[in-house]
Structure formats: C-alpha cells, structure tokens
C-alpha cells in the first residue's frame, strides 16, 4: 500500500504570507497526486489535480508542484478564507489520503 | 448541476448492517467512477471503497474487504454501500464521490453533504 506522509500537522501563518504543505509518498506515483480543502462541517473542495494542474474555479494563489516522491501546495498570498484543512491524495494505486494540515490564521 | 445526496446513515449496534444511498443527478452516471469516502469524528479522510463507471469493476480498503459491498443502480443514477458486520471503528461520517474518469483511480471533482453512521450499543 502507498503511504501518504503530510506536514506540518498544524500551520499558523498572517493574512498576505506564503504558505506551503508537503506531502510524501512511500513509493513512486508519478504526478497522480490531488489537493483538497476542507472547511470545518463540510465536504472537501477539489484544489489541485495532477500534481499541479489547478481546478476550475479555484483562485491563482493556490499551486502545486512535484520533484519525484515529494508534493508541495503553496498558497502565494494567504487570505482569511483559507483557514481550513488541507490534504493531498494519491491516485496512482486505489487511493490514500494524508493526514492534513490545520491552517489557521 | 452535479448534486450527490447521501442518506442512510443511523445509529446501529457492533456487528449489525446498514445501507447506504447516494442519489445523484447532474452527469452520466454510467460514465465515471465513484467512491465512498468516510471521516471519523475529528479525524482524517480515509477512501472507503470504489466502483468504476460499468459497475463491474470494484476496490476496496483493507480495513471493509469482506464487510462492506458497493454498487450501483444505474437505472436510478444511485450507488450504495452495503455495510455488514459493523464495529465501532467504522463510526464516521461517510462522503459519497465522483471521479473525473470512468475507469481507474482518479482525483474526486464533486462530493456529497455526507451522512453519519454510529456504530454503539
């Protein structure tokens, strides 16, 4: 089984700073990686598919980005609205979700 | 509009069966897989189970193989989740989901509201 390794756990940052999640995979999954966002009571909100191929109607400060096993979500200018947890999926081999990250501001 | 509805969900003793629906509407149901995806109290997303947009071909975590059956109704654009022999590590919240491909593992574009099963006596 394909392991998803996500930090940090918890992220305190201020409204305008850049902020960036890692995920990582125990094994190869090529750029089958996804990001989501979710608010608390609610589903999750797709981000970023592909590794770095951004969903339709998500805004431009949110990027992905890979180099062989390890992903990266950067959100380029952090905004109220993004208080929320966030977690990368693998979609190479069935599916495995990190454990998240609590970003607060 | 893509609209997944998730119903079924109840409270039920350790060893005991639930089904769940998800009624969908919105896209071609035949045409993409879809998944069950759970969320235990104050926990993480743990991906449950899948069936690919025919129905013929289904996955699942190691954590429900041999418990828990997904399938669909593609007359009715619903897919269900039979769940037997419950215990009390599978209380969550449970999302039903929709890929973006018919076949294989994909990213999830849409979710429903989820519905709650608890698993006490």
């Known amino acids: 089984d394909i392991q998803m390794t996500q930090s940090p756990s918890t992220l305190s940052a201020s409204v305008g700073d850049r902020v960036t999640i890692t995920c990582r995979a125990s094994q190869s999954i090529s750029s089958w990686l996804a990001w989501y966002q979710q608010k608390p009571g609610k589903a999750p909100r797709l981000l970023i598919y592909k590794a770095s191929s951004l969903e339709s109607g998500v805004p431009s400060r949110f990027s992905g980005s890979a180099s062989g096993t390890e992903f990266t979500l950067t959100i380029s200018s952090l905004q109220p609205d993004d208080s929320a947890t966030y977690y990368c999926q693998q979609y190479n081999s069935y599916w495995t979700f990190g454990q998240g990250t609590k970003v607060e501001i | 509009e893509v609209q997944l509805v998730e119903s079924g969900g109840d409270l039920v003793q350790p060893g005991g069966s639930l089904r769940l629906s998800c009624a969908t509407s919105?896209?071609?149901?035949?045409?993409?897989?879809m998944s069950w995806v759970r969320q235990a109290p104050g926990k993480g997303l743990e991906w449950v189970s899948a069936s690919n947009g025919g129905g013929d071909t289904t996955y699942y975590a190691d954590s429900v193989k041999g418990r828990f059956t997904i399938f669909r109704d593609t007359s009715k654009s619903t897919l269900f989740l039979q769940m037997n022999s419950l215990r009390v590590e599978d209380t969550a919240v449970y999302y039903c989901?929709?890929?973006?491909?018919?076949?294989?593992?994909?990213?999830?574009?849409?979710w429903g509201q989820g519905t709650l099963v608890t698993v006490s006596s």
């Open positions: 989901a929709k890929g973006t491909l018919v076949g294989g593992a994909t990213p999830i574009d849409y």
């Open positions: 919105g896209f071609t149901f035949s045409g993409f897989v």
